[in-house]
């Protein structure tokens, strides 16, 4: 899930589906259940408008998601939203303990338990276990797995991580 201002990009409309308004859907939440929580969410077209939208139906469908809005009811209605993204406010989330949006994480400081920096998150790789934080710096790109072993620290207030790798990963993507 990526940050938009106060709001949380859920993901991106792909396509209409079938006759009736359906739409298939590419979360970028690692667990779609914060979908089903939702009655409401917001729709921004490529063009920037936002719609609020009143979410009637999720389910997964071939590696994505089909979803069904109070408002659209024809394909016609559906294509319009090719494209589009869904949105809901940040604060409508919830969250556990140690759970991070990707936003909070992308840009932060990665260090050891020395204190020597190892680079900045520069993007991160969801799997289907954890996700892999890929940390680029002067060492060059280290993959590091998201998962509490590693992951010692997480400030956000001051945009740090503190990881305690395992011998070798630094280097290993050298060739």
């Known amino acids: 899930m990526w940050e938009q201002g106060?709001?949380?990009?859920?993901g991106e409309i792909l396509k209409a589906h079938g006759i009736r308004g359906w739409l298939r859907f590419r979360s970028y939440?690692?667990?779609l259940e914060v979908l089903k929580d939702l009655k409401s969410v917001i729709v921004q077209s490529r063009d920037g408008r936002a719609l609020p939208a009143i979410l009637e139906s999720v389910?997964?469908?071939?590696?994505?998601?089909?979803?069904?809005?109070?408002?659209?009811?024809?394909?016609?209605?559906?294509?319009?939203?090719?494209?589009?993204?869904?949105?809901?406010?940040?604060?409508s989330l919830n969250r556990e303990p140690g759970e991070y949006f990707w936003s909070e994480i992308i840009?932060?400081?990665?260090?050891?338990l020395t204190n020597t920096g190892l680079g900045t998150v520069a993007s991160i790789i969801p799997t289907n276990g954890h996700d892999i934080y890929v940390v680029k710096g002067e060492k060059g790109e280290i993959l590091v797995p998201a998962v509490e072993g590693i992951i010692k620290e997480v400030s956000l207030r001051e945009g740090?991580?503190?990881?305690d790798l395992p011998k070798g990963l630094i280097g290993l993507n050298e060739v």
């Open 107 to 112: 840009g932060m400081k990665v260090m050891d």
């Open 6 to 10: 106060p709001n949380i990009i859920l």
């Open 59 to 91: 389910r997964p469908f071939k590696g994505s998601y089909l979803l069904k809005f109070g408002h659209i009811n024809t394909r016609e209605e559906a294509e319009g939203l090719k494209g589009a993204y869904v949105l809901v406010p940040k604060g």
């Open 29 to 31: 939440a690692h667990d």
């Open 160 to 163: 740090f991580l503190i990881v």
